[in-house]
């Protein structure tokens, strides 16, 4: 990684337009799929250009309908303070904070001669009091309690719950022997980078690899959810021009712990389902998709039979795309 102070003058382009209502603001926003947009309000979570240009030419109609001449009379640029600018290869990232509470992220993609945002998080600070919880936010008050508590090394929530996921390359066998065993284990080593990266940004333990899959585990369903489709993202791209059809499985309920690894039939279940999905889909169990309380887009339920298993058992697919 190398710092990218030329990003400055661009963030600062960007906010000045955003604050006075310029339309152009748009034009340092980024075409491809992919692109998000976050606001402070809880509706303010827009995807795709078209959406995003199209709610802030709303936006900055209202703001000069509010202010008479829109909020042209505060310059961004003089409050911001705490900027840091970074890239690697074609991506770069930007994060800065405001005096009056507010914050900002920024996720730029090098689109020819331009860099564009692919990702903008906005927001006002609020307090953990406010929302009703008393969470430590000082790496002070962190020090002083670590040593009084033992960290939890665990995969299990509060409830000794655990929300197990499979993954599995589909058509491995064949995929091997069209690439050849060099080429093979290089495919194979990005998509194990691919699954241990976006494990550890989502908060879940690697508990063994499988081949060409894994088995992880995650304390909170919507962390594993959420990461299975960022796995499924990132691999959807493919290697080298080949296509990586992964097939993922998650199931919550309890396991027995032991020696790194969780056994019972909790495990049974997500390997199952695993299993019967097909190559880049996510499949849920029953008790994922209600946890899950509509947090994520479902299709309809898939009646399964599962080896070993008695009954039939429910699994949603899991709309990603």
């Known amino acids: 990684m190398?710092?990218?102070?030329?990003?400055?003058?661009?963030?600062?382009?960007?906010?000045?337009?955003?604050v006075v209502g310029d339309a152009a603001v748009t034009d340092l926003i980024s075409r491809e799929p992919g692109c998000l947009v976050i606001g402070t309000d809880?509706?303010?979570?827009?995807?795709?250009?078209?959406?995003?240009?199209?709610?802030?030419?709303?936006?900055?109609?209202?703001?000069?309908?509010?202010e008479g001449r829109g909020l042209g009379t505060v310059d961004p640029v003089a409050l911001m303070h705490d900027f840091s600018a970074w890239k690697e290869g074609p991506i770069a990232w930007v994060s800065a904070r405001y005096r009056e509470g507010g914050r900002i992220t920024l996720v730029f993609r090098e689109e020819g001669s331009f860099w564009r945002v692919v990702q903008?998080?906005?927001?006002?600070?609020?307090?953990?009091?406010?929302?009703?919880?008393?969470?430590?936010?000082?790496?002070?008050?962190?020090?002083?309690?670590?040593h009084e508590e033992e960290m939890p090394k665990g995969a299990t929530s509060s409830d000794g719950s655990v929300t197990i996921m499979f993954t599995d390359v589909e058509g491995s066998t064949s995929l091997m022997e069209s690439l050849g065993e060099p080429q093979w284990l290089e495919l194979l080593e990005w998509h194990d980078s691919v699954v241990n990266q976006q494990s550890r940004i989502f908060g879940g333990k690697v508990v063994k690899g499988q081949g060409d899959g894994f088995m992880l585990a995650f304390p909170a369903t919507g962390s594993a959810t959420a990461c299975a489709v960022a796995i499924q993202r990132a691999l959807s791209a493919g290697w080298a021009g080949v296509q990586v059809p992964v097939r993922i499985g998650l199931h919550r309920g309890n396991a027995k712990s032991e020696g790194g690894d969780f056994f019972g039939r909790t495990v049974v279940l997500a390997a199952r389902i695993a299993s019967a999905a097909r190559g880049s889909e996510i499949?849920?169990?029953?008790?994922?998709?209600?946890?899950?309380?509509?947090?994520?887009?479902?299709?309809?339920?898939r009646p399964l039979s599962l080896k070993g298993m008695a009954g039939t058992h429910s699994a949603f697919p899991l709309l990603w795309h």
Do not use: C, Y
């Not at 809880?42 to 509010?66: D, H, P, R, Y």
């Not at 906005?122 to 309690?145: I, K, M, Y």
């Open 120 to 146: 903008w998080h906005a927001s006002v600070g609020v307090s953990n009091e406010q929302q009703g919880r008393n969470l430590t936010t000082s790496v002070n008050d962190f020090l002083t309690t670590i």
């Open 2 to 18: 190398e710092r990218a102070p030329e990003l400055r003058s661009l963030v600062e382009r960007l906010m000045r337009n955003w």
């Open 42 to 66: 809880s509706e303010e979570w827009w995807e795709g250009f078209n959406t995003v240009s199209a709610l802030f030419k709303i936006q900055f109609q209202e703001m000069a309908e509010v």
């Open 283 to 301: 499949l849920v169990s029953q008790a994922v998709q209600e946890d899950l309380d509509g947090a994520f887009s479902l299709d309809e339920p």
